[in-house]
């Protein structure tokens, strides 16, 4: 019995990797393929909720006839993204529903995750649809839960980024690269704090021209505190790190602050950057552009990532030849999280907040999100280097 299902499953392996890319995603027979129709599917909901926002009472006027949405208003504007992401966000909750906790390969859930797009994209159709007919209190209730959840999404992945820079500092530690590659992470820890340095004197430059910018001195002094932090904990003895993860996660939390400082609302006399793109030009539109795409890859990598959220002794075990490649349950969470998480940029963080054209996360309440998320960052990334510290001293402290 047992050969016979393991022949079944060689076979299918064998054509899994023999067809051509067309037949695995007419055959649902590849999961890395599928990833990408899924982040597809998230960039057009992303499109579609911009373009309610910005476009709707032009293109949508259809919509005035839907009593549901007073009018037409409710349908558009900030209550538009809500809709739409509303619509995303259920679908991916289906598919996280449906798919936790697979494990092995050439299953129903497996061949449900991997294939039947006529369905998954016919049932996201509708639940978008649907999204736009139901009331707008109900709309208003999904509005206060996607802060939170893009709140959650926020922090898986904070965790995912920070996961990634420690194990590439364990890999360049490791026995057979660190003499090997010792200048050559020299040479890229060296230029990661020599881009956190620039980066932090233009911010000072950009915005904080005058003295009276305090709070915009504070954002920025305070990461450079954080940097200087970061580094002597990470070259303290009992830690024993070296200077490329305190220099990445530097570039992390200065990236992080200027994203901070840009989402500053125009007008404001210490965001001279934000007021000279007042206007709608050709540089605001490929910044949106970047912006949103920047989002969905970052929403595709840390789908992919649940591995960072086993348990260590998981970790150890070795995956069995017929396994997922990936947590299809953690890979629709994080997009389901993620639907939240775009509708909050678009309408930056605020139900009830005009935002304009082409412009994404914006506002003050999105510039202290940036912010926390900055200094979290940082917790998080000492507490994982000071934690096996804490931790190994206390088991030492036991008798033999």
Excluded at 20 to 44: D, H, T
Excluded at 45 to 61: C, E, H, K, M, Q
Aim: proline share 3%.
């Amino acid at each position: 019995m047992e050969s016979g299902v393991g022949g079944n499953s060689n076979e299918r392996h064998g054509v899994f990797k023999g067809d051509s890319w067309f037949s695995q995603f007419r055959n649902g027979s590849n999961p890395w393929m599928a990833r990408y129709v899924y982040a597809l599917i998230f960039l057009v909901s992303n499109l579609l909720a911009w373009a309610v926002r910005d476009y709707g009472r032009i293109t949508f006027p259809e919509m005035e006839k839907l009593k549901n949405c007073q009018g037409g208003r409710g349908c558009l504007g900030a209550e538009g993204v809500l809709r739409v992401s509303l619509g995303c966000f259920a679908f991916y909750f289906v598919m996280f529903l449906s798919t936790a906790g697979t494990k092995r390969m050439y299953n129903c859930r497996d061949s449900w995750h991997s294939g039947w797009w006529s369905a998954k994209i016919g049932l996201w159709i509708a639940l978008t649809i649907t999204s736009f007919l139901v009331p707008t209190f109900i709309i208003q209730i999904y509005g206060e839960i996607a802060h939170f959840g893009a709140g959650i999404f926020l922090l898986v992945q904070l965790v995912s980024v920070i996961s990634f820079i420690k194990w590439l500092n364990d890999c360049c530690q490791s026995d057979k690269i660190a003499e090997r590659c010792h200048i050559h992470v020299m040479l890229l820890a060296t230029a990661a704090y020599v881009i956190c340095i620039v980066g932090i004197i233009m911010m000072y430059i950009w915005y904080a021209p005058e003295p009276s910018c305090l709070l915009n001195i504070f954002f920025i002094t305070w990461t450079l505190v954080l940097l200087h932090l970061m580094t002597s904990v990470s070259l303290h003895p009992k830690v024993n790190s070296v200077f490329l993860t305190p220099g990445l996660m530097g570039l992390y939390v200065v990236f992080i602050c200027w994203c901070a400082i840009r989402s500053e609302p125009a007008g404001e006399s210490c965001n001279r950057k934000a007021e000279a793109s007042n206007k709608t030009d050709w540089l605001t539109i490929i910044s949106f552009v970047v912006a949103l795409l920047a989002m969905v890859i970052a929403t595709f990598s840390t789908g992919v990532d649940s591995q960072c959220f086993q348990l260590q002794i998981r970790k150890k075990e070795a995956p069995a030849e017929d396994a997922v490649p990936y947590g299809y349950g953690f890979f629709h969470f994080v997009f389901a999280t993620g639907a939240m998480y775009f509708a909050m940029l678009l309408i930056g963080w605020n139900t009830h907040h005009t935002i304009k054209r082409w412009t994404i996360d914006v506002g003050w309440t999105s510039t202290w999100v940036r912010i926390v998320n900055e200094w979290l960052a940082v917790c998080v990334y000492l507490w994982m280097l000071v934690a096996p510290v804490i931790l190994g001293c206390g088991r030492t402290t036991e008798p033999a």
